[in-house]
């Protein structure tokens, strides 16, 4: 008895949470609720501390300061 109702939550659970969020998606409008200079923001934070981060565990690994940076820059490209 335990055991079919921990598979049927999960069943529930798994089945039912994808549908929950699609149908959030699907009725946000992404053209009319646009910043670009709140996109502008987040990519300007998540490059750097990309970049930052590449270069700490660079230089603790051993590598030159300016390699790490070369490092950093083309890991931020990926």
């Given at each position: 008895h335990n055991n079919l109702r921990e598979t049927l939550s999960h069943f529930i659970i798994s089945f039912f949470s994808p549908l929950f969020f699609v149908s959030i998606g699907l009725n946000v409008n992404f053209i009319e609720n646009f910043d670009l200079k709140l996109v502008a923001v987040i990519f300007i934070f998540a490059s750097i501390s990309k970049m930052v981060?590449?270069?700490?565990?660079?230089?603790?690994?051993?590598?030159?300061?300016?390699?790490?940076?070369?490092?950093?820059?083309?890991?931020?490209?990926?």
């Open positions: 981060a590449v270069h700490i565990g660079a230089c603790l690994a051993g590598i030159n300061s300016k390699k790490a940076f070369l490092i950093s820059i083309i890991l931020n490209a990926r």
